[in-house]
């Protein structure tokens, strides 16, 4: 019998060191990473740049950052500075390394932006009716559609939205390319009202298939990764769609959102949207989502396996280090630092990882 207890009580020991050995390894890999802003990036811009709002942002390999600036900006600000470029490339230091942006070719309401696997930056404009593709250092390369003709009853940018099944578009919002066959991914819906549909090319510009993402108004933000999901922002129905590439609805992840201030009549009433704008880490199985919930002026960090909310960062609408005025564009380099973009507070910012 005491041996028996022994048997027992030394397979209970083996138990309780393994919960203590292997405990903290499994707790690591659902750490939340911890973020905190760097007041110090981007560093000062040079000849007195003036910034308009600022549409999105995007990541290279080497890690430079390119933000889209829309130049919308009060003629009475141009007497302390001169108007910045379209385009704007930082290195990872936060220096300005290039710029350009012909505006005889882009549009001037910038919207998306994705760098492909060959360092080719994409950019879409809402409204356009085009796609682009530019090098790294700013030449067209390739375009989808013409700068404004329309996916519309009448070619016009007013006319009654069509879908079509066809390379047009009516108000492109956001663009993604499949690193593997080079299939491009668009967006077009960034208004209420107009399209709302994700269109698929192929890498030549041809049309191959759309589908329209249920329950949506408006197709505001998207992007794909690598083991062939493909995540969709419904803006105002608080959640992202998660389809196969086929367009075949796999499952929805919520962004709740609630009222910081209860309102008085007890209705809390969507202005900004919860599913904004979104990126994935940049670790092998893209592990990580974040999100920019604009109604709580923050980011949301998802466990893109279960949908789950692990934690946020922001929160607070002001010009602060840190708070967020729209945040309007995100992405997320290499090392896991994250940068948003803000229309209306027409700045970048950068967070690290703290801990």
């Known amino acids: 019998m005491a041996r028996k207890r022994r048997l027992f009580v030394g397979r209970w020991t083996c138990v ?72 704007i490339e930082f290195d990872p230091a936060g220096n300005v390394v290039n710029s350009w942006g012909d505006p ?9 932006c994705h760098v492909d696997k060959d360092n080719n930056v994409w950019i879409v404009s809402a409204p356009s009716g085009m796609v682009q593709k530019y090098s790294h250092d700013g030449d067209l390369l390739f375009q989808i559609g013409t700068k404004g003709v329309f996916d519309t009853s009448d070619g016009t940018v007013r006319g009654r939205p069509l879908n079509s099944d066809a390379a047009r578009f009516l ?9 593997e066959n080079g299939d491009v991914y668009v967006a077009d819906g960034e208004s209420r009202g107009r399209n709302t549909r994700i269109v698929v090319m192929d890498r030549e510009g041809r049309f191959l298939r759309q589908w329209r993402p249920e329950g949506m108004d408006m197709v505001h933000c998207m992007t794909g990764a690598r083991d062939g999901l493909v995540y969709v922002c419904n803006r105002y129905n608080s959640r992202v769609q998660v389809y196969d590439q086929r367009g075949t609805l796999i499952r929805n992840i919520e962004v ?3 009222p910081y201030t209860p309102p008085a009549d007890g209705v809390a009433r969507q202005t900004e949207g919860s599913a904004v704008s979104l990126a994935l880490s940049r670790d092998p199985n893209e592990t990580r989502m974040y999100v920019i919930n604009q109604d ?3 980011i949301e960090i998802i466990d893109r396996q279960t949908g789950r909310i692990l934690s946020n960062f922001g929160g607070g609408v002001g010009h602060a280090p840190g708070q967020f005025d729209q945040p309007h564009g995100i992405a997320v380099d290499s ?12 700045r970048v910012q950068r967070f690290t990882i703290v801990r």
């Not at 549009?107 to 998306?112: A, E, S, V």
């Not at 108000?171 to 690193?179: E, G, H, L, R, V």
């Not at 090392?335 to 027409?346: A, F, H, I, M, Q």
């Open 104 to 112: 005889e070719l882009l549009d001037p309401r910038l919207h998306g």
């Open 171 to 179: 108000t492109p919002a956001s663009i993604y390319t499949d690193p």
């Open 335 to 346: 090392e896991g630092s994250v940068y948003v973009t803000e229309n209306r507070g027409r």
């Open 296 to 298: 709580n002026a923050r």
């Open 16 to 87: 309780m060191l393994a919960a203590v050995v292997f405990g903290p390894a499994l707790h690591a890999q659902v750490t939340v990473p911890q973020y905190e802003v760097d007041p110090y990036w981007p560093k000062p811009l040079p000849d007195h740049w003036v910034l308009g709002g600022l549409a999105d942002v995007c990541v290279d390999a080497q890690d430079h950052v390119f933000i889209l600036n829309r130049q919308d900006v009060l003629e009475v600000n141009l007497n302390a500075g001169s108007l910045a470029p379209s385009i």
């Open 256 to 258: 709740p959102w609630r």
